[in-house]
């Protein structure tokens, strides 16, 4: 009968630096790492055995000094094939105290036209009540919704998004994280599978600069400069 195994490492990714959402400055900061514990381990069930291995980190926002815990997980039993030979453990990340807790609309939502204000709003309730299904769908939305507003030529969502760059709108940049937030909406609406609060976070970080560049800047340089 095998044993069960458990190792830990002090500091091993300490003075590091990871990108994470500030709980403070309510968007994706570097963040370096005080201190941390790496455990890792294997558990025996009969001939079959689960290795796993976590980091416990204490993190610092590096613009405001907030100081906050971060914690990953990654077991053999949960992966994802990358192509038909290669496979990936799945990380989950937990960040506390949870960086989706009140997340709150911009200041200038109401110079967002109507049906994309209410999009966002909604979007924002499923992000803070844990529905990242929802969430997913909704940022999905969001961007399909912008296009519209915009009337970006193209007959599908990926044409629409490059249209977007055509007329000026988005930088090539935005675009390709655009595409990403795409194909994040396909995988909540078609295969219901969860994304994680911290990419549904940046999703609408990138929705919002989206909003800032279309709607909420055009205004002040009309106001500023006429
Ligand atoms: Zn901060």
Redesign the pocket.
């Known amino acids: 009968m095998q044993k069960n195994t458990v190792s830990r490492e002090f500091n091993k990714t300490a003075g590091t630096v990871v990108d994470v959402q500030?709980?403070?400055?309510k968007r994706v900061?570097k963040h370096l790492v005080l201190s941390s514990v790496d455990v890792s381990g294997e558990n025996w069930f009969g001939e079959n055995s689960l290795q796993y291995w976590s980091e416990y980190q204490v993190i610092m926002?590096q613009?405001?000094?907030?100081t906050t815990f971060r914690s990953t997980s990654q077991n053999t039993e949960d992966w994802d094939f990358v192509d038909h030979e290669t496979v990936e453990y799945n990380q989950t990340v937990n960040l506390y105290p949870s960086r989706s807790e009140g997340r709150n609309p911009l200041k200038d939502v109401y110079l967002l036209p109507p049906n994309v204000q209410r999009i966002y709003e909604e979007t924002i309730k499923a992000i803070n009540n844990d529905q990242p299904v929802l969430a997913g769908i909704g940022i999905r939305a969001i961007v399909e919704t912008v296009c519209k507003d915009k009337n970006s030529p193209g007959s599908n969502l990926v044409q629409k998004i490059n249209g977007l760059v055509f007329q000026g709108v988005l930088s090539p940049d935005g675009a390709t994280i655009l595409h990403k937030i795409r194909t994040l909406g396909n995988d909540s609406a078609h295969e219901v599978k969860p994304h994680k609060a911290e990419q549904l976070g940046l999703a609408l970080d990138v929705c919002e600069h989206l909003f800032q560049d279309v709607y909420v800047l055009p205004y002040y340089a009309a106001k500023t400069f006429t």
């Open positions: 500030c709980s403070k400055c900061n926002c613009g405001c000094e907030t």
